[in-house]
């Protein structure tokens, strides 16, 4: 059973940082490409950033300088640090797990909200 936990959201200042972890469990770990979303009310789901296996990253434009994506194997955990944030980042951010081999499926946590204050 695949399982993901995150934390560390919250409410913040513009121009603050936050450190949103994800615990996964349920999967060899290492083999996974890891990514995050963020969801506004009233808007799409979009990627935020994307880690593959090998530690290869992407971010969203909006996001590019500021976010960094990054993973601990040896934690079976997933990072997103948020450094000079806007009240735009403000939304829910959900970890997901894409299968590493075989037919691609998404596994997602329950999301934790961010809200950025101005």
């Known amino acids: 059973q695949v399982q993901l936990v995150e934390s560390g959201g919250g409410l913040v200042q513009a121009g603050g940082s936050l450190r949103l972890s994800c615990a996964a469990s349920?999967?060899?770990?290492?083999?996974?490409?890891m990514g995050w979303y963020r969801q506004a009310p009233g808007k799409q789901r979009e990627l935020v950033a994307a880690?593959?296996?090998?530690?290869?990253?992407n971010y969203a434009d909006s996001v590019k300088g500021r976010f960094s994506i990054s993973r601990d194997n040896a934690k079976n955990t997933v990072y997103l640090q948020m450094n000079s944030l806007k009240p735009e980042d403000t939304a829910v951010y959900y970890c997901?797990?894409?299968?590493?081999?075989?037919?691609?499926?998404?596994?997602w946590g329950q999301g934790t909200q961010v809200t950025v204050s101005s």
């Open positions: 880690i593959t296996s090998g530690g290869l990253t």
């Open positions: 349920g999967s060899i770990f290492s083999i996974n490409p």
């Open positions: 997901q797990m894409r299968t590493g081999w075989g037919p691609i499926h998404d596994y």
